[in-house]
C-alpha cells in the first residue's frame, strides 16, 4: 500500500479485478504523466546548469590564464630592462662582469686590472670614490677627438672672456662708488664749513650786541 496516496474504495478494487473502466483513472494516468514530465524536465534543467557552470568555470580558467600570462611578461620585460641598464652602467664606468660556472659573477676595472670584486654593491661604491672619477675622466680625455679637443678650447677661452669682462664690470663699479664717495665727502666737508662759519658769525654778532647795550 502506498503511504503516500489515500486508500482506493473496495468498489474500485473490485472494478478494477473485473476489468470494468473505474471513474478517475485517467486522472490518476494524467498526474503520472506529469510527474514524469516534470522529472524528466528537472533533469533537462539540471543538465543545463551543469553545463552553464562548466562554461564559466572554462571562463575564468581562460581569464586567470591572460592574467599570469600579463604577469609573466611584465616580469620578463622589466628584468631585460633591468639587465640593459646595468650592462650601460658597466660598459660606462669600464667594468666587465664575468659569471662562473658555480654562479658567482667576478667584477674587474678595465682601468684598474688588479681590483677584483665579488658583488655589485661594492664596485657601485668603488666607482664612486675620487680616485675612480679622476681615472675615468683622464680616460675619457684621452679618448676625444680633435674636434671634440677644439670645441672645448673654444668653450674654454669663451668663458675665460665672459669671466674677464665681469672683473672688469666690478672694477668699474668700484671706481664709480669711490669717485661717489669723494664727491659726497666733499660736499660734507663744505657743509660743514658753512654751518660752522654762520655759528661763528652769530656769535660775533651776540657780543657785539651786548657790548653795545653796556
Not at 557552470?53 to 571562463?59: A, F, L, V
Request: aromatic share 4%; hydrophobic share 25%; net charge negative.
Amino acid at each position: 500500500v502506498d503511504c503516500g496516496r489515500p486508500a482506493m474504495s473496495s468498489f474500485k478494487t473490485q472494478s478494477r479485478l473485473l476489468g470494468l473502466p473505474v471513474a478517475g483513472d485517467s486522472d490518476d494516468d494524467d498526474d503520472d504523466e506529469h510527474d514524469r514530465e516534470g522529472v524528466e524536465d528537472e533533469g533537462e534543467g539540471g543538465e543545463d546548469e551543469v553545463e552553464d557552470s562548466n562554461d564559466n568555470d572554462d571562463d575564468d580558467e581562460d581569464d586567470e590564464d591572460d592574467k599570469e600570462g600579463k604577469s609573466s611578461s611584465a616580469i620578463l620585460g622589466s628584468g631585460a630592462a633591468r639587465a640593459r641598464k646595468q650592462r650601460s652602467w658597466l660598459a660606462d664606468n669600464f667594468i666587465t662582469a664575468t659569471k662562473k660556472a658555480n654562479g658567482t659573477v667576478i667584477y674587474k676595472s678595465e682601468l684598474l686590472p688588479d681590483k677584483v670584486f665579488f658583488a655589485e654593491d661594492k664596485v657601485r661604491e668603488f666607482t664612486q670614490g675620487k680616485r675612480y672619477k679622476r681615472l675615468i675622466h683622464e680616460m675619457r680625455k684621452g679618448m676625444r677627438t680633435h674636434a671634440e679637443n677644439e670645441k672645448l678650447r673654444l668653450k674654454a677661452e669663451s668663458r675665460r672672456e665672459r669671466q674677464d669682462e665681469r672683473r672688469r664690470d666690478k672694477r668699474r663699479e668700484k671706481v664709480r662708488e669711490k669717485r661717489k664717495a669723494a664727491t659726497e665727502d666733499t660736499d660734507e666737508i663744505e657743509r660743514r664749513k658753512a654751518a660752522f662759519q654762520a655759528k661763528k658769525a652769530r656769535r660775533l654778532e651776540r657780543k657785539a650786541a651786548a657790548s653795545g647795550a653796556s
